[in-house]
């Protein structure tokens, strides 16, 4: 049973900075594509970052410069560091591994979700 971990969310000013973390358990996590995905009230989930098994990285247009992600094998656990936050980044934050970094995957194992609220 392969389960993820989520942990790092809070509020944060504008322009502040966050670190989130997610635990992986029950697969062999180095075999896996890592990603973090958000999700804003009345909007659709979204891909924030993707990391490959082989630590390719990819970033939705809004947080390239901003975001990092990078993950740990030796820890089984993928990162995302967040810098320069802005309000429109207020959201539910979910980690995923899948076989590969999808925009809307449908398979795969998702994390319960951490929020992140960017508010002066």
């Known amino acids: 049973q392969v389960q993820l971990v989520e942990s790092g969310g809070g509020l944060v000013q504008p322009g502040g900075s966050l670190r989130l973390s997610c635990a992986a358990s029950g697969s062999i996590f180095s075999m896996y594509a890592m990603a973090w995905y958000r999700q804003a009230p009345g909007k659709q989930r979204e891909l924030v970052a993707g990391?490959?098994?082989?630590?390719?990285?990819n970033y939705a247009d809004s947080v390239k410069g901003r975001f990092t992600i990078s993950r740990d094998n030796t820890k089984n656990t993928v990162y995302l560091q967040m810098n320069s936050l802005k309000p429109e980044d207020t959201a539910v934050y979910y980690c995923?591994?899948?076989?590969?970094?999808?925009?809307?995957?449908?398979?795969?194992?998702w994390g319960q979700g951490t929020q992140v609220t960017v508010s002066s």
């Open positions: 990391i490959s098994s082989g630590g390719s990285t």
């Open positions: 995923h591994q899948n076989s590969r970094i999808l925009p809307a995957p449908r398979t795969g194992y």
